[in-house]
Each structure stands twice: as C-alpha cells, then as structure tokens.
C-alpha cells in the first residue's frame, strides 16, 4: 500500500470481519476495488482503456481443492459493476487457470459453467467447458471457456461460477482461477 500511495494514488480501507476492501484512484484514472473474502478470492478492477471506453475484470479464485464426487459446487464470481451504457456490458473472454495439471475424461468428468443472475434467477449459462477426454486444464496455463450465444449482462447482475460432477465426478486443485473479462 506504501508503493502505491508514494505513486499518488489515494487509499481508502474497510476492514470488516468478513472482507477487506481496497479501493485505489490514481489522479485522473479509472477505479478498481479489491474484495478479499474467507472462502476464495474475488477481484473487481475498472480500468480505462479508451476515451470513455472501459474494461472490467470479474475474478475468482475458488480456494480449496474440489474432491470428486462432490456434486454441484457453486461458487459467486461478483456483481456486475454499474456502466454508462444502457446496454449494459458485453463478455468478451471468459478463462480458467488451475493451479495444477486436470485431465479431462468421459466417464467420470465435470462441467464449469459461468452463469448470469437476475434477482436470484439464473437467467443464462454465459459460458461453458466439458473436462472430458481431450480437454485439459495445464498447470497455470489460462484456458479459454467458450461463451455461448453474445452475452449482455446488466449492471447488478451476479455471476457465479458452478461446477458440476458427472458419474463419480473428476477432482479440481485448489485456487483454480476463474476470469471474465467484459467491455
């Protein structure tokens, strides 16, 4: 936090018995806020890139390691941030980095899905990727999931993260990171 404040930016921290929030502004720059959580990681960073074009970041880090057989884990990946745009935000990229080698098989797989809420409704699965035979996750590599259809998500919508065991399920490592990426 030093180095930053030496950079001129301005700190501002919340310490609350659930999360730490850091919320930094460099002089005429965008804004980002970083929320440490008990269970997992989550990041949210606004960044500027072109005049009145912005980029935001939706990470996830899911913490422990997910044992097979373990079901449907669901993990909350962020809210939507607010936008000047009425149409709201458009996913460009959505990845996965595990920490250590998955490979994927048929009989006994698993599924990441990256859903959208509205009110506590999931309204789509905004991308997906099938652990099955040919389809890895190398150790801290990104892996692009594929998004399916043009996802528009709305400022105060959620986006989480569901992980779902198929047969006997297929073991994920600890801090496997998720990222969507959206303009």
Known sequence: MEKLKALGYRLASLFTHKELVVDWRPEGKGRAKVRSFRRGLAV??????????AFEV????TGAAIAAAAGTSTFELGEV???EAEQGWTVNRVTVTAS?????????SGTINVRQLRGGVAQQTIASIALVA???LPAETPVVIPITGSPNVQSGDLLDVQYVQIGTGLALPANCVVKVEMS
């Open 100 to 108: 250590a080698l998955v490979t994927g098989v048929n009989t006994n």
């Open 44 to 53: 949210f960073m606004t960044v500027p890139l072109i005049a009145g074009a």
């Open 81 to 83: 941030p607010m936008t």
């Open 58 to 61: 939706l990470q996830l880090d």
């Open 134 to 136: 040919g389809t890895n």
